[in-house]
């Protein structure tokens, strides 16, 4: 029968030490950040993005390969699959702080050596047991829970990975359909001044034959021609550039694949809110990334503090033995083992102090890391508003430049006309056209790709979910 005493005792040690049980360690808190109260190129502002940010430029096209590109970018299918990983490795760490069962069935056969003191002859026995084993560790010092919370929490990090990266594959996809766009409107520009050069020089040479145009203003127009031939497939090869990049974002092969975007004369950005400096730390999964980090290291200098202290571990058996089969599970052949062993470091060569120390050493580098990358964000935000209100800037300014450049033109082509002024006044003023029109379609651009910036340096919309904050907190 089982001793009653001793199973008492037992227990009476085992309550006393899970009372006595405390954790070790420094305790998990969120380092203090320099937070400004609102921002140097723009006034903070209590919306945020909304988490489809992409939509709000309405687009169907633009909406369309973002889709492609969260459903099937390979880069945001490794960061899923990265959490898949650290989602089982928490549920390894986890399930240290449960007993463990196990159940053995053993059969043999077995012969002692007749070289034995009495010189009797030995006959092999069959032996047969069936049984249960289980065991606990007393989590004493909160090794295991530590453990485990480190473990969590890089799954936590994990996801906030994985938020960041498609924040940034959608943000990449955007800003290259605008390029594209850009692309697409700048060698219309330089097709149609091409094509325009070429009608003036076919005018020039008639006005040659009749005496009306020098040999001169026939070589003027075309280095004119050359100068915009050789503009073009430079175009060429940026905007096939840009399509391939796309591709390669949306998963499929550049082999085959084209787009064909939206004007982007007509595309207007969308009125984009500044949001709180307060809640830039929420808002941004980089951020959040980096305070699990840090909640990961700081449960790893708990347990690294917890194993310098001593472990106990619990072992109870039981089950059926007997030398014949038949008589396995009959009442006699019950049997049971209850054991408690204390495990203490006495000498390791300093292995564990050294382990604990790493740990520590880690913690104070991700501290910085964590401080850097807060003060990286509010820089993004702030870079951001600047050039969305100096490309807006720009790009007013550049469209009053092509409207007097287009007047100049139509004076210059006048006077000509009236043999009022030379060629060579046309030819300077049809160069500023074309110029001025170009640079209005990557004013045009700039201010689309500071716009997306804006989305991605508030994080895209994104807001921690309740129970991820309340998991963080220590």
């Known amino acids: 029968m089982i001793d009653i005493p001793i199973i008492k005792r037992l227990s009476v040690v085992v309550v006393s030490?899970?009372?006595?049980?405390?954790?070790?360690?420094?305790?998990?808190?969120?380092?203090?950040?320099?937070?400004?109260?609102?921002?140097?190129?723009?006034?903070?502002?209590?919306?945020?993005?909304?988490?489809?940010?992409?939509?709000?430029?309405?687009?169907?096209i633009l909406d369309r390969l973002v889709a492609e590109t969260l459903a099937n970018n390979h880069d945001l299918k490794a960061a899923v699959e990265r959490v898949a990983e650290a989602r089982a490795l928490a549920q390894v760490a986890g399930a240290s702080l449960y007993p463990s069962l196990s159940t053995n069935v053993q059969a043999g056969r077995q012969k002692n050596s007749s070289s034995n003191p009495n010189g009797k002859s030995v006959t092999p026995t069959n032996y047969y047991q069936a049984g249960l084993t289980a065991s606990y560790e007393i989590d004493l010092f909160g090794l295991n829970r530590d453990q485990a919370e480190a473990a969590a929490a890089n799954l936590k990090g994990s996801e906030f990975d994985r938020r960041t990266v498609e924040l940034g594959v959608a943000a990449a996809t955007a800003s290259t359909y605008f390029a594209l766009g850009a692309l697409d409107a700048r060698l219309a520009v330089a097709q149609e001044g091409l094509a325009n050069a070429r009608n003036t020089l076919q005018v020039i040479r008639a006005q040659q034959e009749a005496g009306m145009a020098t040999p001169l203003q026939v070589a003027q127009q075309q280095v004119e021609i050359a100068t915009l031939q050789a503009v073009v497939p430079a175009l060429k090869t940026q905007r096939q550039q840009a399509v391939n990049a796309l591709a390669v974002l949306i998963g499929r092969l550049p082999e085959g694949f084209d787009v064909n975007p939206m004007a982007i004369a007509q595309l207007r950005p969308p009125e984009t809110p500044a949001g709180l400096p307060s809640m830039l730390l929420e808002r941004r999964p980089d951020i959040q990334s980096a305070e699990a980090a840090l909640a990961s290291a700081?449960?790893?200098?708990?347990?690294?503090?917890?194993?310098?202290?001593?472990?106990?571990?619990?072992?109870?058996?039981?089950?059926?033995?007997?030398?014949?089969?038949?008589?396995?599970?009959?009442?006699?052949?019950?049997?049971?083992?209850?054991?408690?062993?204390?495990?203490?470091?006495?000498?390791?060569?300093?292995?564990?102090?050294?382990?604990?120390?790493?740990?520590?050493?880690?913690?104070?580098?991700?501290?910085?890391?964590?401080?850097?990358?807060?003060?990286?964000?509010f820089s993004d935000v702030e870079n951001s508003l600047t050039a969305q209100r100096n490309t807006a800037d720009t790009l007013a300014a550049q469209r009053d430049a092509v409207a007097h450049a287009t007047e100049a033109y139509?004076?210059?082509?006048?006077?000509?006309?009236?043999?009022?002024?030379?060629?060579?006044?046309?030819?300077?003023?049809?160069?500023?056209l074309l110029r001025a029109r170009d640079a209005e379609v990557q004013a045009q651009f700039a201010r689309l790709a500071a716009t997306v910036s804006i989305y991605q340096a508030l994080g895209g919309g994104w807001r921690m979910p309740a129970s991820a904050t309340t998991a963080l907190e220590p």
Not at 304 to 316: E, G, M, N, W, Y
Not at 419 to 427: C, E, S, W
Request: proline share 6%.
């Open 410 to 432: 139509r004076i210059a082509r006048l006077q000509y006309d009236n043999g009022m002024t030379l060629y060579l006044a046309v030819l300077t003023a049809e160069v500023s």
């Open 298 to 377: 700081n449960a790893d200098v708990r347990a690294a503090t917890a194993a310098q202290f001593p472990r106990i571990d619990l072992t109870a058996q039981g089950g059926y033995a007997s030398l014949a089969l038949h008589q396995l599970f009959e009442p006699g052949g019950t049997f049971y083992i209850l054991a408690a062993g204390l495990t203490a470091p006495l000498f390791d060569g300093g292995r564990l102090r050294g382990e604990l120390a790493f740990t520590e050493a880690r913690y104070r580098e991700l501290v910085q890391n964590y401080q850097q990358k807060i003060l990286a964000a």
């Open 17 to 60: 030490l899970l009372i006595g049980a405390c954790a070790v360690g420094p305790a998990n808190e969120r380092p203090a950040a320099q937070v400004p109260s609102d921002w140097a190129a723009g006034k903070a502002d209590a919306r945020w993005p909304a988490p489809d940010w992409w939509t709000a430029f309405r687009d169907p």
